[in-house]
């Protein structure tokens, strides 16, 4: 049996989960700014109510990317704190990928391609393209970012001739809505037990790796940059 615990606060949400060989158990809350005083103890208050220690895990898996810079960076702390202590291998899992599996779970009978959007800010999204695979989800594209209304220019999206889903708060920009999409859903967050569900498979297959050589996946160098440089240089 194993033993996956995954964390996730790329977005404005947080949330954790455990995946008992199959079994989940997750805890997710709405937590904007406050990702540093709930992530912490979502995951102490979830192991306690499994009766697990750090020790008893084979792996942690972490939503990698794309999304919140400041999100990304907490996760991957903590990650590395966990990890590090309990010399436990970890997982990168993507968060566009973990969205399209968390709507195909939601709605069983959906056939049709998912196309993922994260607002990137500066007028970006983050986007990628998705359809079901067995009980979890293959990708169709690789992951970019980009300014909304270049994704029309896209020769994948083209060839969809809008038969696809429309996932993720990226899609509020009217230039995303015109590429009139058969459904979509802006209130839409990644959660942990979806990434759960994919790291199981990554770990059956011996992906996981040393948390030393983990990254988180930004897309753009430009946001880390400008972060730093505002950290800098306060004033």
Known sequence: MSLIFALDSSTDACSVALNADGKLDARFELAAKSHTQRLLPMVDELLQHNKLTLSSLDAIAFGRG???????RICMGIVQGLAFGAQLPVIPV???????????????????????????????????????????????????VMKPEFLSEQDVIQSLAGKFVAVGPGWHYPAMQQ??????????????????LIAAQIWSSGGAVNVLDAEPVYLRDTISWQKRQRIRNPN
């Open 66 to 72: 794309p999304g919140s810079f400041t999100g990304l």
């Open 94 to 144: 993507s968060t566009l990928e973990a969205m399209a599996l968390g709507y195909y779970r939601a709605n069983p009978e959906a056939n049709l391609p998912v196309l993922v959007a994260l607002d990137a800010r500066m007028d970006e999204v983050y986007w990628g393209l998705y359809i079901r695979s067995g009980d979890l989800v293959s990708a169709l594209s690789d992951e970019f």
């Open 179 to 196: 590429l009139a999409a058969s459904t979509i859903v802006v209130d839409a967050q990644p959660r942990a037990e979806d990434m759960a």
